[in-house]
């Protein structure tokens, strides 16, 4: 009988061990993974933010590279862009892949909007020196509104497809599709615009007999105001977006608050330009509209988005990975 009873005890303490186990108590061999597991996050977190300020640090060397009027010899130009997209491109690729390879349809859209966020910019760097219109010659100016052109594109595009997963399930954002319809109107603007100047190029390389100069002539006054509109809507679909963002975690409240402003600041500038783009000798108020207007400037916080999309399409299920 008291051997029975030690069996029947033995028995209990092992279905209480099992049972233990279960209900999620950790072996030492798991009790030893978790550090690795871990390292392996905060390993991965690193290098997502390290690319992502790789790609800030890019953006600012292109607005440099571009923005300052130069004349490079071919060889200088070529590497002048070949560095900058091949920097651009492994950083966003280091974002890109973890998403891609989850297999998640979601993360894959997130990312797919992200790299067409930053395309625009990325295209820019195809024109080292180009500098204003005013200094570079015709056939750079061609080549300059074509790019912006394309670049227009990429940019509705990004604007776009960013829509579908911040309005994803039950709790989807009801600003994004606000800052969709805002961004595909100044995207519609820009694309007529750049249209007109593609064409005046080509009009200037074989003028008419009876030609007319673009400038003060409606057709020139037409493309001043939609570029006026086309700047003024891509803020406004940057800021509902920057907010959107904000309401579904992907970005902290003072950064998308602060993006937000921006933007208003940005469009008061642009309010107190006027509709007709300015020229460097007018009023210093009109200055700043002067230069939040320059048709790649907005797309500069829509870049931004693009990487901070990149970063959360990347990040693993659960984790904390914001800006």
């Not at 996050?41 to 300052?68: D, P, Q, T």
Request: proline fraction near 6%; charge should be positive.
């Amino acid at each position: 009988m008291a051997q029975v009873s030690g069996a029947t005890i033995d028995a209990w303490a092992a279905c209480r061990d099992a049972l233990a186990n279960r209900g999620g108590a950790s072996t030492p061999a798991e009790t030893s993974q978790v550090p690795e597991k871990g390292a392996t996050m905060a390993s991965r977190l690193g290098r997502y933010k390290g690319a992502a300020l790789l790609l800030f640090i890019v953006l600012l060397v292109a607005i440099g590279i571009f923005g300052a009027p130069a004349r490079y010899s071919a060889a200088v130009s070529a590497a002048l862009t070949i560095g900058q997209l091949l920097l651009m491109g492994g950083a966003a690729l280091t974002l890109v892949l973890p998403a891609w390879r989850s297999g998640s349809e979601y993360r894959r859209s997130v990312a797919i909007a992200g790299i067409l966020l930053i395309v625009p910019w990325a295209l820019l760097t195809l024109m080292p020196g180009y500098g204003p219109p005013f200094a570079a010659n015709l056939a750079m100016n061609h080549v300059r509104f074509i790019i912006l052109f394309v670049s227009t594109a990429f940019l509705g595009a990004g604007l776009l497809v960013l829509n579908a997963p911040l309005t994803r399930g039950e709790t989807g954002d009801r600003l994004a599709p606000l800052g969709q319809a805002s961004g595909l109107l100044a995207v519609g603007c820009q694309l007529i615009w750049a249209a007109i100047l593609i064409g005046w190029t080509m009009s200037e390389a074989h003028k008419p007999a009876n030609y007319l100069p673009l400038y003060g002539t409606p057709l020139g006054n037409t493309s001043d105001v939609l570029l006026f509109f086309a700047g003024l809507m891509t803020y406004v679909a940057t800021a509902l977006y920057a907010l959107s963002f904000m309401r579904r975690g992907w970005l902290p409240r003072i950064a998308a608050w602060v993006m937000a402003i921006i933007a208003a600041i940005a469009v008061v500038g642009l309010v107190a330009r006027g509709l007709q783009y300015p020229d460097l000798s007018e009023q210093w108020f009109t200055m700043p509209g002067m230069i939040v207007g320059i048709p790649a400037i907005p797309w500069v916080m829509p870049y931004v988005l693009g990487v901070v999309a990149l970063v959360h399409a990347a990040k693993e299920e659960g984790s904390d990975v914001r800006f």
